[in-house]
């Protein structure tokens, strides 16, 4: 088992930036890919970003536009989700998911994530 815990999230003003993070702890070892995924009030929860563990390759989502970061601490089995320039439409709860059978492409395929963290929110007043 795995279990993943965001923190990091709160009420910020439009403009600003903010770090996401993402504990990691449990069966460590088995993971292949870490991502971040975001639902918004009313809508359907979207892929953001997501990062190899081995080789680090990263993929984002066409909406991220250069303001999202992902990014790891091995050390210490932390994920984190950069984002500067924070706009209204960024408002939603955050997720981190980990999949464990090494996918190699569709990694904004909700479906494909085995562990999931309980969230956190975001909120951007204008």
């Known amino acids: 088992q795995a279990q993943l815990v965001e923190s990091g999230g709160g009420l910020v003003q439009a403009g600003d930036s903010l770090r996401l993070s993402c504990a990691v702890s449990?069966?460590?070892?088995?993971?292949?890919?870490i991502a971040w995924f975001r639902q918004a009030p009313g809508k359907e929860r979207e892929f953001v970003a997501a990062?190899?563990?081995?080789?680090?390759?990263?993929y984002y989502a066409d909406f991220v536009k250069g303001r999202f970061t992902i990014s790891r601490d091995n050390v210490n089995y932390m994920v984190y989700l950069q984002i500067s320039s924070l706009k209204p439409e960024d408002t939603a709860v955050y997720y981190c998911?980990?999949?464990?059978?090494?996918?190699?492409?569709?990694?904004?395929?909700?479906?494909?994530?085995?562990?999931w963290g309980q969230g956190t929110q975001v909120t951007v007043s204008r």
């Open positions: 990062m190899k563990r081995y080789g680090g390759s990263l």
């Open positions: 449990g069966s460590t070892y088995s993971f292949y890919t």
């Open positions: 998911a980990a999949e464990v059978h090494n996918i190699q492409s569709n990694f904004q395929n909700g479906a494909a994530y085995d562990f």
